[in-house]
């Protein structure tokens, strides 16, 4: 799994003009499912995602976690998080598909909820706009082969 992490003042995603998902202060996760990816990855990332220390304490040194922050998750799947660049036209055949992609996806959302996160999401395979306020900007890349 892949996640691009922004630290947001805010954050919401539309579908269809109508706001599907908001958050305040928080982190923003585009989230990446790979062909290969388990529940392994899945709970992996959740525990980084919750456990990642990138918010201020009041030194201002990037050291405190998103429960202590009282952050908030807003959680959109991202299958172009695995795009084959090596030509002009991207490839997306290393993105899970979707009856991997969406049950992963939903694990790494109900572990967030289980350890108390307000989590929002978008729709998984909507076309969305997902709109943010970068709070930094701090943006941390993520990738379960990594961690």
Partial sequence: MRAVVTRVSSASVEIDGAVHGAIGPGLLVLLGVHQD???????????????????EDENGKINVNPADAGAELLIISQFTLFADCRSRRPGFSRAARPETAIPLYELVISECRARGFKVETGVFAAYMQVKSVNDGPVTILLDTKEL
Avoid: H, S
């Fill in 37 to 55: 990816d388990t529940e392994q990855e899945a709970l992996k990332i959740a525990d980084k995602l919750c456990g990642l220390r990138i918010f």
